[in-house]
């Protein structure tokens, strides 16, 4: 069961590059509607399974990450728009290297050798993606596109790092997510009435893509994942790692034909390989000890 609810929620979030597109509105309406739409489930389910008290610093800190989720998804959405699903997706997992060395810097948790291969691997991965500037790249700006996507993983890390502080004395995700994807709302609604990118018209079937993008890759996929990995070996999270992404590259080409240039084929294998090596650093050296939590595998959400 635990497996199966890890795959489930790896291969759900591996749609929502694609429900944006498929959506076919703005960045910001996409990541406005997708927070709203998911407020109403989110508290069905910390009514039901998670209403608790909670101090307010670590409500606080659980509506700050959310606001870090919506900023992170503003720039993603423009990443896709520029460079397309499955590499806005890729570079989102960027976020891994950030949190290692946000807890490096911040934490004083020193990194393992595996991360200084990494790191090298993934900027010279991320400049690949990019196309180099070549006429076969895949996207309609491959370097902004890249440049948002850097932007992604640096703020999807911050929200990670915040989440996780303000559910570390929880047992159950509910309540937290609940106000963060409030945070994220908020930070939505701002960003999007700042550009003056957010639409507020209803539209069929644009709508019934951020439904699905809203209940699919926010509510259902982020819980499942949020359930599951913690319960798996580490070894099974490093795979699951590189899935994500993977899965969505290849609907990517099939539904939209993003065919990418030989150069951006290269950088993306360098570039999940500088992700996956600190994950394969924490296999090593804790294979029998405490399991990872979610985000060492959730890319973007």
């Not at 979030?13 to 429900?19: H, N, R, Y």
């Not at 991965?125 to 850097?150: C, H, I, K, Q, W």
């Not at 989440?163 to 939505?188: D, I, Y």
Request: charged share 10%; glycine share 10%.
């Amino acid at each position: 069961m635990t497996h199966l609810a890890a795959i489930l929620g790896v291969l759900i979030i591996s749609f929502s590059a694609i429900f944006v597109r498929l959506a076919g509105v703005s960045p910001d309406t996409a990541a406005f509607y997708r927070t709203l739409y998911a407020v109403p489930a989110l508290a069905a389910l910390w009514l039901a399974f998670g209403a608790r008290g909670r101090s307010w610093k670590l409500q606080a800190l659980a509506f700050a990450s959310g606001v870090f989720l919506g900023l992170d998804l503003a720039v993603w959405h423009r990443a896709i728009h520029w460079i397309g699903a499955g590499l806005a997706t890729v570079l989102g997992n960027t976020q891994v290297i950030f949190v290692g060395l946000a807890a490096w810097l911040l934490h004083g948790e020193r990194p393992r050798r595996s991360m200084f291969f990494g790191i090298p691997l993934a900027f010279a991965g991320m400049t690949m993606v990019s196309g180099l500037g070549r006429a076969d790249a895949y996207g309609e700006n491959p370097l902004l596109g890249t440049f948002f996507g850097l932007l992604t993983g640096i703020t999807y890390a911050v929200f990670l790092l915040l989440f996780r502080s303000s559910t570390r004395n929880s047992s159950t995700p509910f309540g937290a997510f609940f106000v963060c994807t409030l945070g994220a709302l908020a930070a939505s609604a701002a960003v999007g009435a700042g550009s003056g990118d957010l639409d507020l018209a209803w539209s069929w079937p644009a709508h019934g893509w951020l439904i699905a993008l809203a209940l699919g890759s926010q509510v259902a996929g982020w819980l499942m994942i949020a359930y599951a990995l913690p319960r798996l070996p580490a070894a099974e999270t490093s795979i699951l790692l590189l899935l994500q992404p993977m899965a969505t590259v290849l609907w990517a080409l099939v539904l939209f034909g993003e065919a990418l240039s030989p150069v951006q084929w290269a950088g993306v294998l360098l570039l999940l390989s500088g992700v996956a090596l600190p994950t394969a650093g924490r296999v090593l050296t804790r294979r029998n000890r405490a399991k990872p939590s979610p985000d060492a595998v959730t890319g973007a959400v």
